[in-house]
């Protein structure tokens, strides 16, 4: 059975600073692993998808990157800002009807 | 502009009812999935459906049904079977293919009365 872990569960950081969000799984079966982020009662919003034959995708600020052979992911954010404070989950995708998804890193952005 | 609609927002239920929670969308999704989230929790698949008149049960597919008679709609009932249907329930489509990405609406929160 796919497990996916998120590792820290929350994290602090003042304003400015560069972090990375981790994201790891024990079954490297995949098809792809999104990472999303989810404002407080709100949905889930798609911030990058990669792969399961890419290494990282970038969009702006964030750069995700994907090792399947160790079961990891990473979230790069750069240049952290307070509007970047949000819960933020990997997703990995195991055939076209099933995602697993991990529970999740609550990012707090101190300005 | 494209999307995914859940309606209501919020919604209760009685001891013994049956709610109905709906999810529409215009991206012309083959796909479309239902989960529930718990507080501090990841999101748990209870049903998914790749196609029209065709649907699969999830991880948690117990006390729940769905119906797919519409590309657009997917719409999900909470029966009485379900005896903790407290949670925030979350709808998404995605295109056919298994390389595609997943977007989701904004969520249903149900609680008991």
């Known amino acids: 059975k796919q497990e996916v872990t998120q590792i820290p569960a929350a994290l602090s950081v003042p304003e400015g600073e560069n972090l990375v969000l981790n994201c790891s799984f024990t079954d490297s079966a995949i098809y792809n692993l999104q990472w999303f982020r989810q404002d407080p009662g709100k949905g889930l919003t798609s911030l990058l998808l990669i792969q399961s034959s890419q290494r990282e995708q970038t969009s702006g600020r964030l750069n995700a990157s994907l090792d399947k052979s160790s079961g990891r992911s990473t979230l790069y954010i750069a240049a952290s800002q307070p509007g970047d404070s949000a819960t933020y989950l990997c997703?990995?995708?195991?055939?076209?009807?099933?995602?697993?998804f991990g529970d999740g890193t609550t990012l707090t952005v101190k300005p | 502009d494209g999307g995914i609609t859940q309606s209501p927002k919020y919604l209760f239920r009685k001891e013994g009812q049956n709610v109905t929670l709906s999810c529409e969308q215009n991206l012309n999704h083959d796909a479309m999935y239902w989960y529930r989230q718990d507080p501090g929790q990841g999101l748990r698949l209870i049903y998914y459906s790749q196609i029209v008149n065709d649907f699969q049960k999830g991880d948690i597919a117990e006390g729940y049904s769905v119906s797919r008679e519409k590309k657009e709609s997917f719409p999900l009932t909470v029966t009485s079977a379900q005896k903790n249907p407290t949670a925030f329930y979350l709808c998404a489509s995605s295109g056919r293919e298994v390389n595609q990405p997943q977007h989701f609406g904004d969520g249903t929160r149900l609680s008991i009365l």
């Open positions: 997703a990995v995708r195991l055939n076209a009807g099933k995602s697993t």
